[in-house]
């Protein structure tokens, strides 16, 4: 079952073992309160700031992101992609990254150059071009979906976890949520037109079946010394306390506590 799917005879099995044997689950109930088009971006409701920092939140066709505008960096990103919306092929990949002129910052594509450190998609070109439209990828080049990543994360772990996600994810579990964002330290790099460096980058990425949901959470130091995705894996509680974020709010608060306090005993 390989091609357009991405997915093998030994993963469906497992698949099927995890659902109705595997320890991951937390059970949810029937409602996240999470309603209309929200659904479209995220499972249990928008992250929160707990820093008491101020976030702009941006719609686009395909993703919505959480614009922090002191650090002139998306402090998340949310989509969500489906087996339904699953297209051949993604269009082709737009070359021109663009300011986002909704953003007080405005920071220019040219902040980055010449700075060691590539112009990091939060919500991917590719996955969101291959599940909705030429016009919503070429929105992921908002430098407002953009942060500062070495080229090593970029074209590996964090396109690996990517290309997962856009094809080999929707397939098997017909949708799953993904959050991304960045790790900052307490005294950041900065790069020009006030574009703070994270120190790591975070992941998020939630699948509910029938009630049930499971999750993956991982952190990447900007140089990761592993090329496994599974030695990155953490809980969402980590995650939390790193960045100042609250996930899942709109869940009832046991789940909530339960879903955030698991660390996913694999890589799906």
């Not at 910052?105 to 991917?124: K, N």
């Not at 942060?147 to 017909?174: D, S």
């Not at 006030?194 to 120190?199: K, S, T």
């Amino acid at each position: 079952m390989q091609g357009r799917r991405d997915i093998t005879a030994f993963e469906v099995a497992w698949d099927l073992w995890q659902l109705y044997y595997g320890q991951d689950y937390v059970a949810v109930g029937g409602g996240t309160a999470t309603e209309g088009r929200d659904l479209n971006y995220f499972y249990g409701g928008a992250p929160k700031s707990q820093a008491g920092s101020p976030v702009r939140r941006l719609n686009n066709e395909g993703y919505a992101v959480g614009y922090g505008e002191a650090r002139g960096n998306p402090l998340w990103a949310a989509y969500r992609v489906s087996d339904d919306s699953l297209g051949e092929e993604a269009p082709q990949r737009p070359e021109k990254f663009s300011v986002d002129g909704r953003t007080v910052a405005r920071v220019a594509p040219a902040a980055y150059t010449g700075s060691g450190y590539d112009r990091g998609h939060l919500a991917p070109n590719y996955a969101i071009g291959l599940h909705y439209s030429p016009r919503a990828q070429e929105e992921t080049f908002l430098m407002s979906n953009i942060i500062p990543q070495r080229h090593g994360l970029n074209a590996g772990l964090w396109k690996t976890l990517e290309q997962k996600i856009a094809r080999n994810y929707p397939a098997r579990f017909g949708e799953v949520w993904v959050l991304a964002g960045p790790i900052f330290g307490p005294r950041p790099a900065r790069l020009k037109h006030a574009v703070d460096v994270p120190e790591a980058c975070y992941m998020i990425i939630v699948d509910e079946s029938a009630g049930r949901v499971r999750t993956l959470a991982f952190i990447f130091p900007q140089q990761p010394p592993s090329n496994s995705l599974a030695d990155y894996l953490t809980t969402i509680d980590e995650i939390e306390a790193r960045t100042g974020l609250d996930f899942f709010s709109a869940l009832p608060d046991a789940a909530e506590n339960a879903l955030e306090a698991a660390k996913a005993s694999r890589v799906w």
